[in-house]
């Protein structure tokens, strides 16, 4: 139960950022916006240095002067997994009407919902990895740190369900509608995680490359999308001090719970 629990977290945030659109009567405006992903950006990259390279790197203490090499192909193998992704699925971005990956018909709002999707598989496979950590006793990482990463997740899901579902309001489709196109974006997410869960068994060897492959997902997606984003316009300092204050906290998150 605490296993299903810790994978569900992650979703849980997404569902909560998503339910502000059930409150809210417009769009947010460009300072909020870059505040929100600037924090989730912070959020992303302590939680792969803290919850995913250094373990990656720990467990692989018996390879001596070269313990950082499964870290580090990782790393990127995980940037070149998200960039295949990033060309390949058909997205856009919320604030853009620029369409990238393949060709297709999709209409706004499926490619706005593939786009968030696409940032939160690499969250997913990382909760899974730390969880299918710590199912395997031998491998140092406890249950505790991986409630840490799913908490951390959680909180940065919230800005983000709220990202997707706020212009969709916007763009004119209902209340309940755009909680539900928020909410669904994050449905990947428990749906990873459990894979690599009920794979543990097998991947446990593997678990270093593992870790790390979804810290680098993870910062491809931060600086490719996240950060640029909160670099525009008028408010980019908003970002570079929310980015400052997620950092922070999933920083703490890990140390005192992990």
Do not use: C
């Not at 990259?45 to 580090?72: K, N, Q, T, Y």
């Not at 140092?140 to 409630?147: L, Y």
């Not at 940065?156 to 669904?184: C, H, M, V, W």
């Not at 749906?191 to 870790?211: G, K, T």
């Amino acid at each position: 139960m605490n296993i299903l629990l810790t994978l569900a977290i992650p979703f849980v945030g997404t569902a909560i950022g998503a339910a502000t659109v059930l409150l809210a009567r417009r769009s947010v405006s460009a300072r909020i916006h870059n505040a929100l992903l600037g924090f989730a950006a912070g959020v992303m990259v302590a939680a792969s240095v803290w919850s995913l390279i250094i373990p990656s790197i720990e467990l692989s203490e018996a390879l001596g002067r070269m313990s950082w090499m499964p870290a580090a192909v990782g790393i990127i193998l995980g940037m070149l997994f998200l960039l295949a992704l990033d060309s390949l699925v058909p997205h856009m971005h919320p604030g853009t009407d620029t369409r990238e990956g393949l060709s297709s018909s999709l209409g706004k709002r499926q490619m706005l919902l593939l786009a968030v999707t696409l940032h939160n598989i690499p969250e997913g496979m990382a909760v899974g990895a730390v969880v299918a950590g710590a199912m395997a006793g031998d491998a140092g990482i406890t249950m505790a740190a991986a409630m840490a990463l799913a908490l951390g997740m959680a909180i940065q899901n919230i800005p983000e369900g709220a990202i997707i579902s706020l212009p969709l309001r916007a763009d004119g489709i209902s209340r309940s509608k755009a909680f539900g196109y928020g909410t669904l974006s994050g449905i990947v997410e428990p749906i990873s995680a459990l894979i690599m869960v009920l794979l543990y068994e097998h991947i446990a060897p593997m678990l270093p490359y593992l870790l790390s492959f979804s810290a680098g997902a993870m910062l491809y997606v931060v600086v490719e999308e996240l950060i640029p984003e909160t670099q525009q316009g008028k408010h980019s300092d908003i970002g570079t001090i929310a980015f400052a204050i997620g950092f922070v906290i999933m920083m703490i998150l890990d140390v005192a719970l992990g």
